[in-house]
């Protein structure tokens, strides 16, 4: 098949999955999903102003926001330009994937990066980790570990990033919450042990100093409660793409 192809391919199916991650990102954030999960996962697209169901046609990412101009067919008013750039950036991640990763693992990797990003943005505004998020996370690391085989360090990546969270859930209070937990778990489980030995370096560094920063130019105290979400995926994300050869910097110093 024609490259170009691949690449549209990818494009659009990427853009689709953000399409669907925006639409959680607004519907967690509005309280929609809390109310009815079910609904807030199936409703159609539809304009936030005058509650008109948004045509077929305009969904196809990306395209459709320019066939309407990024405006309601029935009432006018402008969609947020956000949900394009969403599509676009998921679209280009989709196809970044292809360049970093090989195989079978393309469209595996991709989800689970655009989740991980997903979870961060949510934590970031609501200091909530969605349990729905980390469960496509967690059953796409089970995939992933299917296809390497690899059971034993996987298992291992999980019990250790369960062992690091779990003790400061439990002894001090407002330290990590259950979500930290639970989305540290998955990432352990989907890297392996020597992935996430990196994953837990980088986001446990960052947020420290992310977490002094924040207490001395904005809070003036230490007790300050930071969303970790955000470094779990920065960890996450790094160890994923760069994480064999960060690994081998290691051993070389051995
Ligand atoms: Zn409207």
Not at 12 to 28: C, D, E, V
Request: charged share 10%; proline share 4%; with cysteine.
């Amino acid at each position: 098949m024609d490259i170009s192809i691949i690449y549209l391919f990818a494009f659009l199916f990427g853009a689709s999955w953000g399409s669907f991650l925006y639409t959680f990102i607004i519907r967690y954030i509005n309280g929609m999903y809390a109310k009815n999960p079910f609904r807030a996962l199936t409703y159609p697209s539809h304009c936030l102003y005058c509650k008109q169901k948004i045509k077929p046609v305009y969904l196809i990412p990306v395209f459709g926001y320019f066939l309407t101009k990024g405006r309601c067919s029935v009432c006018g008013k402008p969609f947020s330009f956000l949900y394009v750039a969403a599509e676009i950036a998921c679209g280009f991640v989709a196809i970044a994937s292809i360049f970093f990763f090989k195989g079978a693992i393309v469209p595996l990797y991709f989800i689970i990066i655009t989740t991980s990003i997903c979870i961060a943005i949510i934590d970031f505004i609501t200091m909530e980790i969605p349990n729905f998020l980390v469960g496509i996370f967690f059953v796409t690391g089970i995939i992933v570990c299917f296809l390497d085989s690899q059971w034993f360090a996987h298992i291992q990546g999980l019990l250790l990033m369960v062992a690091v969270f779990i003790v400061p859930l439990i002894l001090v209070k407002g330290g990590f919450g259950g979500g930290d937990v639970k989305f540290a778990g998955a990432i352990g489980f989907t890297l392996g042990l020597h992935e996430t030995i990196v994953a837990l370096e980088i986001a446990l560094v960052t947020g420290a100093l992310y977490g002094i920063g924040y207490a001395v130019f904005k809070s003036k105290t230490l007790k300050a409660h930071i969303p970790f979400g955000p470094f779990l995926t920065l960890g996450f994300i790094t160890a994923l793409v760069f994480g064999k050869d960060i690994i081998q910097i290691y051993f070389s110093f051995l």
